[in-house]
């Protein structure tokens, strides 16, 4: 099969020429229109695809499975959705793929009912914790403390705090370094479980860390 | 019992800071990966971009001829560029307790690829890719992008 021909496109140069305003024929460079390229690609970790919505000045084109792909030239509308192949997108865009960093390693961390003291199983995890920051260049901590619906917002998100608090403290006796380790709250903005206001969910009172 | 544990939680916030941040203040995130020439362009000065260098809003990121970089930001999100490329961060704006969100990274030029953080779930439509011709909404995914300037 041929060469796809979007890319083709996206490499083209319009040569203008054209006359200067007193009278002598002179020829402009090529004029090189701005082109955009855009690949939707499965999630390295997991696989899964997500979407993506191109838009111009002319309208929109959707990406939505492996590797769809469209073009834009100049101040045209988006070109036709098509995929790419495998070895066209690391001809095309291996140099950056190679170079993103790993992504981050989470944990979530439950306390018992009604207490500020960990699960067992939580607690376990803390050297965990400890050691996958070893895998990291530069490594960021962050403790996210997060809250059921029960109580104010405003409240849950000190109760969040307090908690992410009490982890950052579990986490520099076990050895990690208080300047990398952010403790922060969402409170009750981020459920896992989805529920009403004013809803007891064991599952939503945690506190997730991100080291990345 | 819940009561009373909420009635001592909110008598502690006079004395826990809203983030115990031992960041940099005010960071977006941090190169992680430096490889070739790169530069941070910061209020109209470039400097050389080092591995473990913070990264803030309005920042610009330039690479060489044999350059590329790295950016793993406070939500999560992870930004690579190849070489010969440009990219500024016109906008990060991470508030998960009040619902906000918000990352616009412009591509002047060059390769860039694009891995979704909080930010993309916690305000889906506040994550925008703009090139000089066009501008791209994600909905939790993994990007790539190749710009050529006008």
């Given at each position: 099969m041929s060469r796809d021909p979007r890319l083709v496109v996206?490499?083209?140069t319009t040569a203008c020429a054209g006359l200067c305003a007193c009278g002598h024929p002179r020829v402009q460079p090529p004029q090189r229109q701005a082109g955009t390229l855009v690949v939707l690609l499965p999630d390295a970790d997991d696989g899964t695809v997500g979407r993506a919505f191109v838009s111009t000045t002319s309208g929109m084109a959707e990406l939505?499975?492996?590797?769809?792909?469209?073009?834009?030239?100049?101040?045209g509308a988006a070109g036709t959705v098509a995929p790419l192949s495998e070895a066209e997108v690391q001809t095309l865009f291996?140099?950056?793929?190679?170079?993103?960093?790993?992504h981050a390693h989470q944990f979530t961390l439950y306390f018992q009912f009604e207490s500020d003291e960990l699960t067992a199983e939580s607690r376990a995890l803390v050297p965990q914790v400890v050691q996958a920051v070893k895998d990291y260049p530069f490594p960021d901590v962050e403790v996210i403390g997060h809250t059921d619906t029960t109580g104010s917002a405003a409240s849950n998100v000190e109760l969040g705090m307090r908690r992410a608090t009490l982890v950052r403290r579990l986490l520099l006796d076990a050895g990690l370094d208080g300047s990398i380790v952010d403790a922060t709250s969402h409170g009750e903005a981020d459920l896992l479980v989805a529920t009403s206001d004013e809803t007891m969910e064991p599952r939503n009172r945690r506190v997730e860390i991100s080291v990345r | 019992m819940l009561l009373s544990l909420r009635w001592i939680a909110g008598a502690l916030i006079v004395i826990i800071p809203v983030v115990a941040s031992a960041a940099e203040p005010g960071a977006a995130g941090r190169i992680k990966v430096v490889s070739g020439s790169v530069v941070v362009v910061r209020a109209a000065v470039a400097t050389p971009a080092t591995a473990g260098q913070a990264v803030f809003e309005a920042d610009t990121l330039r690479t060489g001829a044999n350059g590329r970089v790295g950016i793993t930001f406070n939500d999560d999100t992870r930004v690579s560029l190849g070489p010969d490329?440009?990219?500024?961060?016109?906008?990060?704006?991470?508030?998960?307790?009040?619902?906000?969100?918000?990352l616009v990274l412009r591509i002047v030029r060059g390769l860039i690829a694009y891995v979704s953080g909080r930010i993309a779930k916690l305000s889906p439509d506040g994550v925008k890719l703009e090139t000089p011709n066009a501008i791209v909404g994600v909905r939790g995914t993994t990007l790539a992008l190749r710009v050529d300037a006008k």
């Open positions: 996206l490499l083209v939505a499975s492996a590797r769809a792909s469209t073009s834009v030239v100049g101040n291996g140099s950056a793929l190679t170079t993103m960093p790993r | 490329s440009e990219a500024r961060l016109d906008q990060f704006i991470y508030m998960p307790a009040e619902k906000r969100g918000g």
